[in-house]
């Protein structure tokens, strides 16, 4: 490695300084996570799993847990099921109306997040679905298909046209090339989009805000109590979702890198 | 594939559902929301009705007035922050990082702490800032200060440096991306032609990286315009921001129809951002061969 | 008693909006032929081979294929197969994956045993033994170009249609796939439909070449015919190559014509007697090879002066003027008659003679 010019050591310096600004605040969570005090302050008081056994214990939170698992299996099938169906038709047709309609499946992502959930509440509030898990799911559901169908889009995009006509050459129907040329193509692409809209629901704070009833999900429940007040078990189950979100992220990137081979 | 009378069918059975989907459970939602904006709420109900008095109350209490300045105050310098620090790090990966494999671990543990729950993230802040929190115990035992200081928690700052915090990550990637992609050839054409480093990057690289800033900037905007997290945990009592007078209409003071005009200006808002961002996008847009 | 043809295109036309890509068009192809569509970019070749394929749809006019009418039928339905032009080899298959995929097609599913039986064969066939579980990516171009191959033909098609298959591969690897092409389709024994821009590709493999231009057929014949009796300017120009000047009709005698062209010189052709009898303006094609030099005072003669001479290895190309000829006239000397001429270098004042035999006349006026 040659020598860095003066300006070019402090960009160094600069950016492991930021890059340490944004681990520095996961660390203290984990690092507080086993410290036997109710403060999060120095110095250490000593190892201890309390705070985990404390949030084990608390039926409350593991049911917030349940429900955010749940409600983030079903809103990522539903989005999978219609977002590869949108994104299949976007891709293979020309029609009136498709930019707008590709418009309309971004705006979730693009808008706070509180302004979807509003849309949603009123909307469910007139057709009498009252705010419950259903509801959420609903709502998460439609809020990410945009990932679905840009990660899919982007991927069939790539796909070399001749391949599908050679395939049609060679005696398939357009659903055996859709089942043997373009979804082994398009596989990673679903299971990656599938991964990051399970993360994304299951962190969901402002439109689940607004569409929860009695049941609520995890964010929701932290959300609640942090109002009230700290209790170092969230440090215990912040910690945990912390390092679950890691291994799916991991998981996620090197599934959509290394199939990415054709 | 043209629609025509053959492929029409094939093309109806694969669309009908996602467009029915999003025509029902997308369009109709925000639809009604801008319509419920125009009704009246005489206490407990509310009327369709088309008034603009919702409007009319919006632009002129100054309860509400501050609190929508103060948001696009505190968006405007959180892009700031995020860019300022987000361009030199990701200029950092892609031109001083020479090894590919060091270069995208470093990239991925920029962009892996933004799935990492962003409630937790805006909680890190809390227990860190507080009195009893991790900065001030820090201060007090190393004898830099007698006593813990109250001025690192709720305050507008706290929720600056919360959402420059967050939103930094976002920052980082499209900015990877777009210097990533100007090709090394133009940089070594201008030095070829007796431009330093320094001027290469203001004159070659930061004009091609203009698109990701763009990006980021809007992105990190429009999303923290709308956030209501970090003034509830982080904020004080002048830290509401336009998030938390959606949440107190919809909860505590009933009144969807003065909610629904609110959000509608935010969602008018941030379309226009992203117009004008758009715009600025295709204006610049240089094809790199 | 005429046989029914293999693939017959009865007015067929294509059009995508206001762009005419096809006029409409007549097409027989007899079985056992390799017919070959030539022409440079944009002229329909491609789309008429699509329009066979069944990968577009025909705007107008109808298609047969062994007699039956195919034209609203999708590809997966029509007895044909296609070799593409940048191959489409399926990546995430396995050669001998890619070959079988015809075998395993629920309309044509062949039992697993004969399935590795006919790939085996096929790839035999087109010589790639030994490579069944490589994938398209670790292959070289001539290589895949072959899988290609095998992966068409192991269906056994009536009929088998090549996309310009050889125009991704360099020239050397490409002659001898010109070679491989002609001995698989004798021992085939089935009709190839080739599209091709390359002019020696099509003469040297064709029994029959069918030359394309702006939509349209300009001709139809074998090699030889197209190359001595071209039907119209374009078609002189494009296969081999043709000096086209510019004459005016001054006098006929018997199946002789006298031609006036530019310069004043006159040009008597025995190849008018199909120009209507009140033509005045008329096209004279001359083929570089035909021009001959000789002594001045031999009929038939023109007086050229050297531009360029180009060294071709065997023989010598001459680009020439002529007083009163805008365009320049080229002409092709092996290196035998080079001795005979007193000099070749620009400037060079020099004679040439042209057989009245080998003068062709077409009758209108050139294009700019």
Request: one cysteine or more.
């Amino acid at each position: 490695m040659h020598a860095l010019k003066w300006w070019q050591r402090g960009m160094v310096g600069f950016s492991l300084a930021v890059l340490a600004f944004l681990y520095l605040p996961i660390v203290m969570l984990v690092l507080f996570s086993f410290n036997d005090s109710k403060v999060t302050s120095f110095p250490l008081a000593g190892f201890t799993l309390h705070w985990y056994e404390a949030f084990l214990a608390n039926q409350q939170m593991l049911r917030a847990l349940w429900n955010s698992l749940v409600v983030a299996v079903c809103a990522t099938a539903l989005s999978v099921v219609v977002g590869v169906t949108a994104a299949i038709a976007l891709d293979r047709y020309e029609f009136p109306g498709k930019r707008l309609f590709q418009n309309a499946i971004l705006l979730p992502l693009s808008l706070p997040g509180i302004v979807t959930g509003i849309a949603m509440l009123n909307f469910y509030k007139q057709i009498g679905i009252p705010q419950s898990l259903t509801a959420v799911v609903i709502g998460h559901a439609t809020a990410l298909l945009g990932v679905v169908v840009s990660q899919v889009m982007a991927r069939l995009a790539k796909i070399n046209r001749r391949q599908l006509e050679a395939s049609a050459d060679l005696g398939a129907t357009p659903v055996e090339t859709f089942r043997r040329v373009t979804l082994p193509t398009i596989r990673s692409s679903i299971i990656g989009s599938a991964l990051l809209c399970f993360t994304l629901s299951f962190d969901e704070i402002p439109v689940t805000y607004f569409l929860t009833g009695r049941e609520v999900t995890l964010p929701i429940y932290i959300y609640s109590t942090l109002r009230r007040g700290i209790t170092p078990e969230i440090n215990a189950i912040g910690t945990v979702i912390v390092a679950v979100s890691f291994v799916l992220i991991v998981l996620s990137v090197t599934l959509l890198r290394d199939r990415d081979q054709s | 594939m043209t629609l025509t009378r053959r492929t029409f069918p094939g093309f109806a059975a694969l669309f009908s559902m996602p467009f029915a989907w999003v025509l029902l459970l997308l369009v109709v939602p925000y639809g009604i929301m801008i319509s419920v904006g125009f009704w009246t709420r005489q206490f407990p109900l509310f009327y369709p009705d088309f008034q603009f008095g919702n409007y009319a109350q919006i632009f002129s209490d100054p309860q509400y007035t501050t609190v929508i300045l103060r948001t696009l105050k505190i968006a405007a310098l959180v892009t700031l922050g995020a860019l300022s620090l987000g361009y030199p790090l990701a200029y950092f990966l892609v031109f001083t990082v020479r090894s590919a494999a060091l270069r995208n671990l470093l990239y991925m543990s920029v962009v892996v702490p933004l799935w990492v729950s962003y409630l937790l993230r805006a909680y890190t802040w809390k227990i860190i800032l507080g009195t009893d929190g991790a900065l001030n115990s820090l201060l007090v035992s190393t004898g830099i200060v007698s006593a813990p200081l109250d001025i690192f928690l709720y305050n507008q700052t706290a929720m600056v440096i919360t959402l420059v915090y967050i939103f930094v990550p976002f920052m980082v990637m499209p900015l990877f991306t777009v210097l990533d992609n100007i090709p090394r050839r133009l940089i070594e054409a201008s030095e070829d032609l007796g431009v330093g480093p320094f001027m290469t990057f203001w004159k070659v690289i930061v004009p091609l990286s203009l698109g990701g800033v763009i990006a980021g900037s809007t992105m990190t905007f429009c999303l923290a315009f709308g956030d209501f997290v970090a003034p509830v945990l982080v904020g004080g009592p002048d830290g509401t921001m336009v998030a938390n007078l959606l949440q107190t209409q919809f909860g505590a003071a009933l009144n969807w129809p003065l909610g629904s005009a609110l959000a509608t200006l935010v969602l008018v808002i941030v379309l226009v951002l992203l117009q004008i961002s758009s715009r600025l996008d295709t204006a610049g847009r240089v094809e790199l061969t | 008693m005429t046989s029914t043809p293999i693939v017959a295109l009865e007015r067929v036309a294509k059009t995508y909006g206001v762009f005419t890509a096809l006029h409409p068009t007549d097409l027989q192809v007899e079985e056992g032929e390799f017919v070959t569509l030539l022409g440079p970019s944009g002229c329909g070749k491609t789309t008429t081979l699509r329009l066979i394929g069944g990968f577009e749809a025909a705007s107008a006019g109808r298609v047969r294929i062994e007699g039956e009418d195919v034209t609203e039928r999708p590809p997966y339905r029509r007895p044909v197969n296609t070799v593409f032009q940048d191959y489409a080899l399926f990546p995430h298959m396995s050669v001998a994956e890619n070959i079988a995929y015809g075998l395993s097609v629920k309309s044509n599913n062949i039992p697993k045993a004969e399935r590795q039986a006919r790939v085996s064969e096929a790839l035999a066939m087109v010589g790639l033994e030994g490579l069944t579980h490589r994938r398209p990516g670790e292959l070289s171009g001539g290589q895949r170009q072959r899988v290609a191959m095998a992966r068409a033909i192991v269906r056994r098609p009536r009929v088998l249609l090549l996309n310009e298959p050889l125009s991704a591969l360099d020239v050397k690897l490409r002659e001898g796939m010109q070679v491989e092409l002609k001995r698989l389709h004798r021992e085939l024994g089935i009709t190839f439909i080739m599209v091709t821009h390359d002019q020696t590709e099509a003469l040297a493999l064709s029994d029959r070449i069918v030359v394309m231009n702006a939509g349209r057929i300009a001709q139809i014949g074998s090699p030889s015919e197209l190359y001595d009796n071209p039907a119209t300017p374009y078609v002189a120009d494009f296969i081999g190559a043709t000096n086209l000047l510019d004459g005016q009709v001054i006098g006929r005698d018997g199946d002789e014509i006298a031609l006036r062209i530019g310069g004043g010189t006159i040009i008597r052709s025995r190849r008018g007697t199909a120009i209507p009898a009140d033509t005045k303006n008329v096209i004279l094609g001359m083929r570089p090879e035909r021009l001959l030099p000789s002594a001045p005072d031999v009929a038939n003669t023109l007086v050229l002066t050297v531009k360029e001479n180009l060294f071709h290895g065997d023989r010598l190309r001459l680009e020439l003027t002529a007083e009163g000829i805008e365009r320049s006239i080229f002409t092709e000397l092996p290196r035998t008659a080079v001795a005979a001429v007193s000099s070749v270098d620009p400037g060079s004042s020099l004679v040439f003679h042209i057989d009245p035999t080998d003068v062709m006349v077409f009758a209108g006026e050139k294009n700019p």
